[in-house]
């Protein structure tokens, strides 16, 4: 993805802004070295980021408890929620200060407005990309999550919403489901119209840190709004008429998910940076390694700059002939391609 351009004007009000933060941040850690060294605060403790704004955090104790607003010191840019921290509490207020950041299992990133990829939330371990039957997803538009998921490194579950509306049968939706298990996927089926209908989304979603992603109108809210039934949600109504969604979420929070049937606890990042989920800030091999059915063929083709169109001696093209590879996903992997302007 191409760098926003900035005009000078632009560009000194950016770093007159950035430099009056830079004092602000080294009046308070001053302040908070001051009450360190006077004994103000108490012993380390561990905790994670539960939502965000700025030079503040929320931080839940790992011992349990609610969360406490602490403040960053200035050497800690670049937290997000998820992340894990040693904290210690003010005496004398219900607030507190991180003082470091602890190893990241994983991190979810996304370009910002200058096309530099910035963390949006850490320690995940799964990305649920949510389709429903209404509106009908394509099978570009699963791909396309697929690789920005498989970019990331995170696990990628397919949750497919709304299975009320399924026509007895299954229909063409169900046949495209089975291919993703083929390769792989797990799939999960849910409904919000059915008592039982969040049985196999909540087990998925047991003992693991997740985030849901997908296009608007699939119900993502309606989902998140069962699963924690004691948060207040806003939920995003579905047109009748354009049969879209609006995004309704906010601010980036981690939720800790209620322990249903004895399962461990899991839980769950929302916020609209997260299910905006883009491909512009991969290039054409991260694509092409996003495909998880081709990764055993990479390299084995006759040319090391193989392009894979039409190529003598391609080794996608002939799996795709040999029928190892579906050829509606090596033709979703073209049109990726081209819509990144790879061709």
């Not at 403790?45 to 503040?56: E, I, L, P, Y």
């Not at 800690?76 to 005496?91: F, K, N, Q, S, Y």
């Not at 004398?92 to 991180?98: E, I, L, P, T």
Request: charged content about 30%; overall charge neutral.
């Amino acid at each position: 993805m191409s760098k926003r351009k900035l005009s000078r004007q632009q560009r000194w009000r950016i770093d007159k802004v950035q430099a009056e933060r830079a004092k602000r941040a080294d009046r308070r850690d001053s302040q908070d070295g001051e009450k360190l060294a006077a004994g103000e605060y108490g012993p380390e403790q561990s905790g994670r980021v539960v939502a965000h704004f700025g030079r503040t955090l929320d931080v839940r104790p790992e011992q349990g408890g609610d969360a406490v607003r602490c403040h960053l010191r200035a050497n800690l840019e670049g937290l997000v929620t998820g992340d894990r921290v040693i904290w210690r509490a003010a005496h004398d207020a219900n607030d507190g200060v991180v003082v470091a950041r602890g190893e990241r299992d994983s991190v979810l990133e996304r370009p910002d407005v200058r096309g530099q990829l910035k963390p949006v939330a850490a320690n995940i371990d799964q990305i649920l990309i949510v389709f429903a039957v209404e509106p009908a997803p394509h099978a570009n538009l699963i791909d396309r999550y697929l690789v920005a998921a498989e970019a990331t490194g995170i696990a990628p579950v397919l949750v497919l919403n709304k299975i009320d509306l399924l026509p007895a049968h299954g229909g063409e939706l169900r046949d495209l489901l089975g291919r993703y298990e083929a390769l792989g996927y797990p799939v999960v089926t849910t409904t919000t119209e059915r008592e039982d209908g969040l049985s196999a989304l909540h087990a998925r979603l047991a003992g693991r840190t997740s985030v849901f992603v997908g296009q608007s109108g699939v119900g993502k809210s309606s989902l998140i709004d069962r699963l924690l039934p004691d948060e207040e949600l806003r939920i995003g109504a579905l047109s009748k008429d354009t049969r879209k969604g609006t995004h309704t979420t906010t601010t980036a929070r981690l939720y800790r998910l209620p322990s249903v049937e004895g399962d461990e606890a899991g839980e769950l990042i929302d916020s609209p940076g997260i299910r905006e989920f883009g491909l512009g800030h991969l290039d054409a091999q991260q694509v092409t390694e996003g495909f998880v059915e081709f990764r055993d063929l990479l390299g084995r083709c006759r040319f090391r700059d193989c392009r894979h169109r039409h190529e003598p001696g391609c080794a996608l093209l002939a799996a795709v002939e040999r029928g190892d590879i579906h050829p509606e996903r090596f033709a979703s992997y073209r049109r990726i391609l081209e819509s990144l302007g790879e061709t």
